[in-house]
């Protein structure tokens, strides 16, 4: 039930601001916003008889609160001021203040159920969409500004100031469709109360004056060289985070990177830069042309990983219902009896030694395959995998040269994606899928008849196939890492393996009690630790839409820009001895991991889809092995090396001795109670 309240002018602007179909905000140039932001607190503080305009002055009235947070900083800001100011001169003043303003509206909309927000940053409404005063509660916001604008109706001063607040946004045009008649009507609007046209007047001013301003002088950008690179202690070791951390220290945040047979390379790294990427981004940065090279290849198009705006939006949203936590309590017992049964199958019992890396890819795989596709394809995974890394390092790293994408075996192994495609295909008859458990094969398949335009057959194969074999790589990755640290922290792993026994003796999780609400704190932890140190995908590669500045670094129009967004977690002023596996960095009062340096899954818009799913899988993984099994501790001068391409994983030659099978599988058990729950 959504708690009627009034709204502030700032609220009002943010929801005019939202396009519906992308899920973010009409772009607006920043101080051009900042202007507008600081202009909507006035108009505000001004509807609440706090202040007034006159032609040459703002004018305070009443310093009492208001009880909103942002306007009643702005407000004492105001009576401090002993001197009588202009508008102009607040609003520039209170410029500064405009993320403070938009992130306390965005918290506000969403905490009274107006709107929702989505990972990644992107917003929709609820419904009931939002009140405006006392005398509309219920009235969308756009369609009174719509009945402003198309009627001849005199508006109300808090109409005006909006529409007067929003032309200085010039997305009226975009919002509505404007005629000439229309325009003058506009102009009109915000020339009827005094007030109105001040802080109009204001905006307008205060956007020029920028052009008349000193502005960032453009640097040229420090060169880190084939030396540097092998004088890094971490270039031996794989570690590229802790490498790029490194870098940072050295030459700053942004900088440029030349070897022998590469093009220079321009790398933004920091947690200031991740706090810039993540708001800012989606305004200078797009995805597709890192990922255009692979999409050709493979036949398709427009994936999720390389369009932005409204498809990219759309496309999470198809992707979130198949990820989402609900889904994962859904499918619980499935993980569990897959996970038991590959572990049965691969011979792990005492004495015997897993091959961390590949092991970890093949028992992920067995979830993610017959979970999201209902297909197995553990005989061609090695091939899958191989295909998949050689054409990462061609089409996307560009390691490699792309003749080597293109040979007789790497045609053969192509082949396979497109015989893994047909076997899904034969698995989804209407006949096979009555009374089975929903998942990713169903919703991209409905959504392929429903919109084939939007979801091509082209697209439609390279999704079916491609993704489980992706998501294997990524998830079993972490798992190896997961597991090697479970080996070298056997005091960590004796406390997982209490919050498993609580869990699986009781074999109520999936039916009684939902595995997500279930008590795994320990486990949780230690998950995020292993994230921090070993981020799978280290960064991500743009290129620049719109010419923008970052740290005061020119950044032209089609550079391509390698964002290290991981690399803040080795850096100490966001982490205290970043090399050190600490799992109460994420307890009170630490909690180290809510700041922009945390950045596992990446950033902004493109961040990942199926994290919640992916972290409960991870932790139901970690908690069945531990559950199972005792490992050799990894001797105390074992150094790990990493394989930093095409995405972080432990090397083939890494092995985990099992010192103890603490318990049996019952793998009969569990297949009896899957086919109850799934068919």
Request: glycine share 4%; aromatic share 10%; proline share 5%.
């Given at each position: ?11 009002e ?9 992308t899920g973010y ?7 051009t916003l900042?202007c ?7 108009a505000?503080?001004?509807?609440r008889?706090r ?7 703002l ?18 800001e105001?009576?401090k001021q ?9 609003i ?9 303003i ?22 929709s409404?609820?419904s ?8 509309s509660?219920?009235q969308d ?13 005199i508006?109300?001063?808090?109409d ?23 325009e003058?009507r ?7 109360e005094?007030?109105?046209r001040?802080?109009s007047m204001?905006v ?11 502005t ?6 420090p060169?880190?060289y084939?030396r ?6 971490h270039?031996?070791?794989g ?6 951390a490194?870098?940072s ?10 070897g022998?047979f590469l093009?220079p390379?321009?790398?933004?790294v ?14 200078y ?5 890192y ?5 050709v ?15 990219h939006?759309?496309m ?15 499918r619980i ?5 897959l996970?038991?049964k590959f572990?049965?199958d691969q011979?792990w ?5 897993i091959?961390?890396k590949?092991?970890?890819?093949l ?8 979970i ?7 005989d061609i995974?090695?091939?899958l995998?191989?295909?998949k890394?050689r ?11 792309t ?26 008859t ?14 991209l ?15 439609l ?5 491609a993704a489980?074999v992706l ?7 972490l798992l190896?890492?997961a ?13 997982i393996r ?8 009781s ?7 939902k595995f ?29 839409a ?5 740290e005061?670094?020119?950044l032209p ?8 967004q ?29 700041q922009s340096a ?10 990942c889809v199926g994290?919640?799913?992916m ?15 005792e490992f050799?501790p990894i001797?105390?001068?074992?150094h790990?090396?990493?394989?930093p391409?095409?995405?972080?994983s432990v090397?083939?030659k890494l092995k985990?001795?099992?010192?103890n ?5 019952p793998?009969?058990k569990f ?6 729950q799934?068919?």
């Open positions: 039930m959504t708690k009627e309240r009034v709204l502030s002018i700032p609220e602007i943010v929801l005019m601001l939202l396009n519906e179909q905000f009409y772009l607006v140039e920043g101080w900042n507008v932001m600081a202009g909507a607190a006035l505000d503080l001004s509807l008889s202040i007034d305009t006159d032609e040459e002055s004018i305070l009235i009443d310093s009492s609160k208001t009880n909103v947070p942002e306007l009643d900083i702005c407000l004492a105001i009576v002993t001197e009588p100011k202009d508008t102009q001169y607040w520039e003043y209170f410029s500064v203040y405009s993320e403070t938009i992130d306390s509206s965005l918290r506000r909309l969403v905490d009274s159920d107006i709107l929702i927000r989505h990972d990644g940053g992107f917003y409404f609820s009931p969409k939002l009140k405006a005063d006392e005398e509660l219920n916001i756009k369609v009174r500004i719509e009945e402003v604008i198309f009627t001849d109706n508006p109300n001063p808090r005006s100031l909006i529409v007067g607040l929003l032309k200085a946004c010039d997305v009226l045009r975009f919002i509505f469709d404007l005629d000439e008649e229309r003058s506009i102009d009109s609007i915000c020339k009827i005094l007030i109105n001040r802080i204001g307008e001013q205060t956007i020029i004056t920028p052009l008349q301003r000193q960032p002088l453009s640097r040229n950008l060169q880190v084939l540097d690179i092998l004088k890094n202690p270039t031996k070791d570690n590229l985070p802790a490498l790029f490194k870098f220290e050295k030459f700053g945040p942004v900088f440029e990177l030349n022998p093009k390379m321009t790398f933004l920091g947690g200031d830069i991740n706090r810039w990427v993540h708001r800012n981004a989606r305004m940065m797009t995805s597709g042309n990922f255009r090279q692979l999409e290849a493979c036949g398709a198009q427009n994936l999720i990983t390389s369009v932005d705006g409204a498809d939006f759309r999470r949203k198809v992707m979130k219902n198949v990820y989402s936590i609900e889904k994962f309590d859904e017992k499935d993980v569990c009896w996970t038991q572990m049965t011979g019992r005492k004495g015997t030694e091959n961390v590949r092991d970890t890819r028992l992920i795989n067995k979830q993610m395959t017959n999201l596709v209902d297909t197995d394809t553990q995974f090695d091939e995998v191989k295909w890394e054409a990462s390092n061609c089409y996307v790293g560009h390691l490699l040269p003749f080597f994408a293109r040979t007789p075996a790497m045609k053969r192994r192509f082949n396979l994606l497109n015989e893994f495609a047909q076997r899904i295909q034969q698995n989804h209407p006949f096979q899928r009555e009374g089975a458990t929903r998942e990713l094969a169903d919703d398949y409905s959504l392929h008849n429903s919109d084939p335009q939007f979801m091509p057959e082209q697209n194969t390279f999704m079916l196939a489980p998501q294997s790589i990524y998830v079993g990755d190896g890492f597991v090697y640290e479970m080996a070298k922290n056997p005091h960590i792993t004796e406390q209490d919050e498993a026994n609580v869990i699986f003796d074999n109520t999780y999936g039916q009684d009690q997500s609400e279930m008590s795994h704190d320990v486990t949780r932890r230690f998950l995020m630790e292993c994230l921090r140190l070993y981020p799978v995908v280290s960064m991500q590669v743009r290129n620049v719109n010419s923008c500045v970052v005061n670094f020119s129009l089609g550079q391509r820009i390698h964002i290290v991981t690399a803040p977690h080795y850096m100490s002023e966001h982490f205290p001895e970043p090399y050190k596996f600490d799992i109460d960095r994420y307890s009170e009062p630490r909690n180290e991991h809510k945390y950045a596992p899954y990446g950033l902004g818009t493109h961040i994290m919640n799913w972290n409960l899988q991870m932790m139901a993984s970690i908690l069945l092995i531990a559950y199972h099994y050799k001797p105390k001068k074992h790990l090396k990493i394989n391409f095409p995405t972080l090397t083939e985990i001795g099992i010192a099978q603490i318990r049996e599988i793998v009969q297949r009896e109670i899957t086919n109850t799934s068919r």
